[in-house]
């Protein structure tokens, strides 16, 4: 193998150096992989099929899915690759690509949690004017605004971080491209770009999540008036899987943020990792359809080769 100083590309270290150690690492992630894939194109098939689930919450719910697809293929196969491989090379433009996808679809998932917030504000708070402020039109701009800010996320990281130059041997703590770790391998912390732009998107993901906050502040201060206890138990089901998805999202990306990157990361370090790019992906699916039996009975139907009827127009979903 080349010096670690010349070579063009980056060596992965990940969790082992034992090739039997490996091997294990790549079925565990080979298995999450399968399940995701499975759980999240269910759904996609599901809200794209049933005409019960074609209000604008199952319409965010199926582009969060195909975001959790996307995000678990930027870093998973290539690690399971590398481990089976024995080899955890990474070229330079596979790392560009690596940084560039995984920057932004972290940041669009933080923005489809942020809409799906306010979509469930609306539809509790508000019911009388969800139809009209959460129509088709709207949702689409909102979807593409998502999809549009991760795309800037992305352009911005990857343009900052590769601007820099590399002086250490090109040897990442980690099995995927982590933008923290390529700053530790900069000449003279010459990372002032990478910083900037880190503290712009830190300023814009606590803006999501303070209206995050402050929809379920109202979410539940609405919900606990509902006389009925099934009117409440049927919008706390609504609820109560996102803003479980959104806690375990943002505080598990929060963490790894703010700690402080080592030289040699412990197996601690390389779990926070795998419970915010790998865990979220594959149990939102589950989360997602625990407690929703319209859900339940779509992923039936389909399952079973029941019949869908599909239309196109949304429904209001409570």
């Not at 690759?81 to 330079?92: C, E, F, P, Q, W």
């Not at 790392?95 to 933080?110: N, Y």
């Not at 508000?126 to 009209?132: D, F, N, R």
Request: aromatic share 14%; hydrophobic share 50%.
């Amino acid at each position: 193998m080349e010096n670690g100083t010349t070579m063009s590309g980056f060596l992965l270290m990940g969790f082992s150096d034992n090739h039997e150690l490996q091997i294990l690492h790549a079925l565990l992630f080979l298995m999450m992989y399968l399940l995701a894939l499975a759980g999240n194109l269910i759904i996609i098939a599901i809200t794209t099929l049933d005409q019960h689930l074609q209000s604008p919450m199952y319409y965010f719910l199926k582009h969060l899915s195909l975001l959790d697809i996307t995000f678990i293929s930027v870093t998973v196969p290539q690690s399971i690759d590398n481990s089976l491989m024995d080899n955890g090379y990474i070229s330079h433009s596979q790392c560009i690509l690596q940084v560039f996808f995984f920057t932004s679809l972290a940041w669009a998932e933080v923005a489809i949690l942020t809409v799906m917030s306010y979509d469930r504000y609306v539809a509790i708070c508000l019911p009388l004017h969800y139809e009209v402020t959460m129509g088709p039109g709207t949702c689409k701009w909102a979807v593409m605004a998502v999809w549009l800010s991760g795309s800037i996320s992305g352009v911005l990281y990857t343009t900052a971080t590769f601007s820099i130059t590399f002086c250490r041997a090109k040897i990442i703590h980690q099995f995927f491209c982590d933008v923290p770790q390529l700053l530790k391998l900069s000449c003279y912390n010459d990372y002032v770009g990478v910083v900037g732009v880190a503290s712009f998107m830190s300023v814009m993901a606590f803006i999501c999540f303070l209206s995050i906050v402050l929809s379920y502040v109202h979410i539940f201060s609405t919900v606990l008036k509902i006389p009925s206890a099934e009117g409440r138990s049927k919008a706390f089901s609504t609820c109560m899987p996102h803003l479980f998805v959104v806690s375990f999202f943002l505080s598990t990306g929060i963490f790894e943020f703010l700690k402080p990157t080592s030289d040699s990361p412990s197996a601690f370090d390389l779990m926070i990792s795998i419970f915010y790019t790998v865990v979220p992906p594959t149990l939102n699916p589950v989360i997602y359809s625990l407690r929703n039996e319209a859900m339940q009975r779509a992923v039936r139907k389909l399952l079973l080769g029941g019949e869908f009827i599909r239309k196109k127009t949304f429904l209001p979903c409570c």
